[in-house]
């Protein structure tokens, strides 16, 4: 961020108050660039990083982000807003193994008990605890 910096932590600071608690836990500003060549430090390029999904709807409120933040300055700090989009990784919980009562384990055991491959075997008595498992009791 070089002499820009202040900028940049100003915005990051007040981001929850500029952008809405709805928008500030999924985007972040992630870039500021001035026009080069200007002494005065106005019209910027702000980057903004967010889920693909959310780009649409939050390409409606960029007219009124833009101007929060330049009002929150007191001059046209920004003077673009460039949305950069990512994907994010699907969420993925671990199964939890079902606690099994032990009338369950046996009817289990016994419904198994006459398969000689070990692999079906095992396999249907994962099946079998995940149903048993998820019933009511």
Not at 34 to 42: A, S
Not at 51 to 57: C, E, I, V, Y
Not at 84 to 102: D, I, V
């Amino acid at each position: 961020m070089g002499k820009d910096w202040s900028l940049y932590a100003a915005l990051m600071e007040h981001w929850v108050a500029i952008v809405g608690a709805d928008y500030a836990h999924q985007t972040a500003p992630v870039k500021i660039t001035f026009p080069h060549g200007g002494q005065k430090r106005t019209g910027a390029q702000l980057t903004i990083r967010l889920p693909s999904g959310l780009g649409f709807a939050f390409s409606h409120q960029i007219p009124m982000i833009q101007s929060r933040i330049n009002s929150y300055f007191g001059y046209e700090a920004i003077g673009r807003i460039v949305l950069a989009t990512y994907y994010p990784e699907p969420k993925t919980e671990k199964p939890r193994k079902a606690a099994l009562s032990q009338g369950a384990e046996k009817t289990l055991e016994k419904l198994t008990s006459n398969i000689e491959n070990n692999e079906l075997k095992d396999s249907l008595k994962v099946l079998g605890a995940s149903i048993f498992g998820h019933q009511n009791p």
